[in-house]
C-alpha cells in the first residue's frame, strides 16, 4: 500500500509532469472511487482549470486548481500516477484520466479500487474532517512534539504508529522499518516508551522516512541494513543472528526480529 514516501514520491512526480497545464478534458472517471461529488460535477469543476501547486498530507495528495479548489487523491493498495502521450499506451486500470491542452495526459491507475477521489475547498477542512493526525515527516521533525503524540496511549506501538488519527502517512510497511531499526517489539506498550524512547523513535522514523524517499521509496534500492530487502518470514536478520519471524498486530501481517526486538526495551540505533 502507497504510504507517506510514495505518495511523497508521487507528488514531486505530479509536480514535473503535470502543474501549469489547462485541463482539456477528463477523460474518465471512476464513479466508484469518487468521494461526495458526482461525475458530472467534477468533470465541470476541473475542465478548462490548470494545477497550480501540490501538498501532501500523510497518504493524501493535494493539488490546487483554484482560489479554493483543490483536487484529492488517495492511492489505496495500488494506486499511482502515470503521464504518458497521446499515442503512448495508457496504463491498464485507470481510474482517472486528465487530457491537457499540450496532448499530454495523466493518469490515476488504481487496479483494487480502494483508492478516492474527491475535491476540498481547502487542505486544513479536509484534514480536519478526516480527524487525521499531524502529517508524519512534519511532526517527527519536532522530537518533542512527537513523543507528545504518544502520550496517554496504552496500545501496541506498532497500532499507534499506524493509527492515521494520531500520526499521518505511517502504514504497515513503514511501521515495521521504524520498530526493527529502533529494537523494540512490535508489541510494546506505547505508554511504556520513556522520554528518550520516544525521542529516540522521533529521529528512526524521519531518518527512515527521508531516505525512503531519496530512495524513490524502493526503486533505487533499500539499505541492506533495513528489513524491507527481507521482509519474509525466515529470513536472516541483517542486524544480528537471529531470524525474521511474522505475527498479527491489531489484524497486520507484522515482520520483526525476536532476538533484537525485545518487547519493552529499546535496542540498537
Not at 493539488?63 to 483543490?70: K, L, S, Y
Not at 502529517?135 to 499506524?162: P, Q, S, V, W, Y
Request: proline share 4%.
Amino acid at each position: 500500500m502507497p504510504e507517506l514516501p510514495d505518495v511523497q514520491v508521487f507528488k514531486e512526480y505530479f509536480d514535473a509532469t503535470s502543474l501549469h497545464k489547462r485541463i482539456a478534458q477528463v477523460v474518465e472517471c471512476d464513479r466508484r472511487l469518487l468521494e461526495k461529488i458526482s461525475r458530472k460535477a467534477f468533470r465541470g469543476r476541473l475542465k478548462d482549470k490548470s494545477f497550480e501547486a501540490t501538498v501532501r498530507h500523510g497518504k493524501y495528495l493535494f493539488a490546487r486548481f483554484g482560489v479554493n479548489d483543490w483536487l484529492v487523491l488517495h492511492f489505496g493498495m495500488t494506486g499511482f500516477l502515470r503521464a504518458f502521450k497521446a499515442e503512448e499506451k495508457a496504463p491498464d486500470d485507470i481510474g482517472l484520466l486528465l487530457r491537457f491542452e499540450d496532448g499530454y495526459h495523466l493518469a490515476y491507475d488504481c487496479r483494487r479500487r480502494l483508492g478516492r477521489i474527491g475535491c476540498t475547498e481547502s487542505v486544513a477542512h479536509f484534514v480536519d474532517e478526516k480527524n487525521l493526525g499531524p502529517d508524519a515527516l512534519d511532526l517527527c521533525r519536532d522530537e518533542e512534539a512527537f513523543a507528545g503524540r504518544l502520550e496517554g496511549h496504552r496500545g501496541a506501538i506498532k497500532t499507534l504508529l499506524m493509527n492515521q488519527k494520531v500520526v499521518a502517512g505511517i502504514g504497515n510497511i513503514y511501521a515495521d522499518e521504524i520498530l526493527f531499526l529502533m529494537g523494540l517489539h512490535p508489541k510494546t506498550k506505547a505508554g511504556e516508551l520513556d522520554d528518550g524512547q520516544c525521542r529516540a523513535l522521533a529521529a528512526k522514523t524521519r531518518h527512515i522516512l527521508e531516505t525512503a524517499i531519496d530512495r524513490r521509496a524502493g526503486a533505487e534500492g533499500w539499505p541492506e541494513s533495513w528489513l524491507l530487502p527481507r521482509r519474509e518470514e525466515g529470513r536472516a536478520c541483517p542486524r544480528c543472528s537471529g531470524k525474521i519471524h511474522r505475527i498479527t498486530v491489531s489484524g497486520r501481517g507484522t515482520y520483526f526480529c525476536p532476538r533484537h526486538q525485545v518487547e519493552n526495551r529499546s535496542g540498537p540505533s
